[in-house]
Nanobody, 124 residues
Framework: QLVESGGGLVQPGGSLRLSCATS????????IGWFRRAPGREREGVSS????????YYSDSVKGRFTISRDTAKNTVYLQMNSLKPEDTAVYYC???????????????????WGQGTQVAVSS
């Protein structure tokens, strides 16, 4: 099970930290990805962290602004979002995969387990 939290309304330039609480599996054995979907737009892979050593990946649109991290003791993955822009407005989902290979970690089709999503709105 994956449960997202931490979304909300924030002004441009502000920050939010999303959490993805996991249960029912060993976090280190799964890649965890963050995806987002804005109205009228395709689902987009934002960031991911690999199983095992925890290599991180970011889309070009968030690189340098977002940071993904993993706390295995708390079974939780975080997405720290800084310098938020209106175009970051979307529903954010976390997802888990035990079959994603290097180069695939931002592809939603390799993720089998999904949370319910949390809304992020960036507006003045």
């Amino acid at each position: 099970q994956l449960v997202e939290s931490g979304g909300g309304l924030v002004q441009p330039g502000g920050s939010l930290r999303l959490s993805c609480a996991t249960s029912g599996f060993t976090l280190e054995h799964y890649a965890i990805g963050w995806f987002r979907r804005a109205p009228g737009r395709e689902r987009e892979g934002v960031s991911s962290i690999s199983s095992g050593t925890g290599v991180t990946y970011y889309s070009d649109s968030v690189k340098g602004r977002f940071t993904i991290s993993r706390d295995t003791a708390k079974n939780t993955v975080y997405l720290q979002m800084n310098s938020l822009k209106p175009e970051d407005t979307a529903v954010y989902y976390c997802a888990a995969s035990d079959r994603a290979e290097s180069g695939q970690l931002l592809l939603f089709r390799v993720y089998d387990y999904w949370g319910q999503g949390t809304q992020v709105a960036v507006s003045s």
